[in-house]
């Protein structure tokens, strides 16, 4: 089974600030890796997709890149909708998700 | 647009079962892989299994191989998810989830169901 283990586990950064998720599989899974965002009470979204496609409606201020075992996801200006957890996702060889990272408002 | 509608909170008392449903509109079903996501409380996503419309092929996580069952009605648009001999760490939101695309094993989840609040509890 392919681990994925995203870092840090809480982030909390100020409005307008640069936030940067990390995502590392165990192994390589090229650029099968998706990112959802999950605000409390709700169902996860597609973010991003194939590493650094923006799902469709995906504000431009969310960013992916990576490939092989490390990914990122960045928000260029975080806005205070943004408080979520973010979720990463490999779909190479099966599925599994990384443990999440909480993005606070500082 | 596509869309994944899931039957409401069921409380259970631990052994029972509980049989969860996800019903599809608006997109071709029965070409689909539907698959199932869990979370505990406080707890990250944990995939269980999906479902091939098409045909009904089953492929199951290994923690939850004999415990799940994964089925579909191609005339309700609707497919199910049941977990047998619950135990309170069952107690979770279950999720339906469609790939972005049709015949698509193993992709990316672009249409989740709400979930389903299931909580097993003496």
């Known amino acids: 089974e392919i681990v994925m283990t995203q870092s840090p586990a809480t982030l909390s950064v100020s409005p307008g600030e640069r936030a940067t998720l990390s995502c590392r599989a165990s192994q390589s899974v090229y650029s099968s890796l998706a990112w959802y965002q999950q605000k409390p009470g709700q169902a996860p979204r597609l973010l991003i997709y194939g590493a650094s496609t923006r799902a469709t409606g995906i504000p431009a201020r969310f960013s992916g890149s990576g490939s092989g075992t490390e990914f990122t996801l960045t928000i260029s200006s975080l806005q205070s909708e943004d408080l979520a957890v973010y979720y990463c996702q490999q779909y190479d060889n099966w599925v599994t998700f990384g443990g999440g990272t909480r993005v606070e408002i500082k | 647009q596509a869309q994944l509608v899931q039957s409401g909170a069921e409380v259970k008392r631990p052994g029972a079962s509980v049989k969860v449903s996800c019903r599809a509109s608006e997109f071709a079903f029965s070409s689909y892989f539907l698959h199932w996501v869990r979370q505990a409380p406080g707890q990250g996503l944990e995939w269980m299994g999906w479902?091939?419309?098409?045909?009904?092929?089953?492929k199951y996580s290994q923690k939850f191989q004999g415990r799940v069952t994964l089925t579909r009605d191609t005339s309700a648009n609707t497919a199910y998810m049941e977990l047998s001999s619950l135990r309170s760490e069952d107690t979770a939101v279950y999720y339906c989830a469609k790939l972005a695309l049709p015949g698509k094993v193993y992709f990316y989840m672009d249409v989740w169901g709400k979930g389903t609040t299931v909580t097993v509890s003496s």
């Open positions: 479902v091939y419309v098409g045909n009904g092929k089953t």
